[in-house]
């Protein structure tokens, strides 16, 4: 899960928008030790985005997390 939800964000990356919501139903899937899948793809894939951040905003299923997708700077402006 984790490879391929880094290509589908780097496929997504130019066609952010700030306040759309992107939705993950295996968030929280991830080993007994650290974050993997999905979550881990979300954390690395954000932390290093310049341009975008994520807010959680829904969780809808015991695995499944929703979250907006903010500029970093949108504070600033």
Same mark, same amino acid.
């Given at each position: 899960?984790?490879?391929? /939800?880094?290509?589908? +964000? #780097? &496929? +997504?990356?130019?066609? +952010?928008?700030?306040?759309? @919501? @992107?939705? *993950? =139903?295996?968030? &929280?899937?991830?080993?007994? /030790?650290?974050? $993997?899948?999905?979550? #881990?793809? $979300? @954390?690395? *894939? &954000? /932390?290093a985005s310049r341009e975008w951040q994520i807010v959680p905003y829904l969780q809808y299923?015991? $695995?499944?997390?929703? *979250?907006?997708?903010?500029?970093? =700077? $949108? @504070?600033?402006?």
């Open positions: 899960m984790y490879s391929s /939800t880094m290509d589908v +964000l #780097r &496929f +997504l990356e130019p066609r +952010l928008k700030h306040g759309m @919501i @992107i939705a *993950f =139903d295996d968030y &929280f899937c991830w080993s007994a /030790t650290e974050a $993997a899948g999905e979550r #881990r793809a $979300a @954390i690395e *894939f &954000f /932390t299923s015991w $695995a499944g997390q929703s *979250f907006v997708v903010e500029r970093k =700077d $949108a @504070i600033r402006r």
